[in-house]
């Protein structure tokens, strides 16, 4: 079977830098899980994983408008501290959860005072070129409700 639109993929990828230094990985762990065709991946990778199959290996270079966008300096803020979740100390450049109305996103702290931290909204690897080192793990085909969902169900999708 080749991914298309409905496929249900599982994958292991690594995740590097311009640089080549990682990022993040799933290796070790649970593979990635995500519906094919129903826009749950930046579009610039989904579209690299068509035609693929179980035990494929491959590696997807992105342009910084491809993956998380250019970095706008004007999105900064001043916030509560309060509205932000983070252990030990907010420190400048550190990478802390904001509680927004649509859930908790990374913003990265510019400097912190006691009650309120000038913040950077950008996502942390915005205007950055990454690149992804993926392995095809398994595939199958999404049922009826996942197709009418629009996301996988089950181990690595919504449980609901
Ligand atoms: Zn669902």
Redesign the pocket.
Known sequence: MNIESGTVVSFHYTLRDASGEELESSRGGEPSVYLHGHNNLMPALEAAFVGREAGDIFTVELGAGEAYGQRDPLKTQRVPIKHLAFRGRLLPGAVVQLNTSEGMRPVTVIKAGRHSADIDTNHPLAGQALAFDIEIAELRAATA??LA?G?V?GPGG?Q?
């Open positions: 409700e996942e969902h996301h169900h919504h609901h």
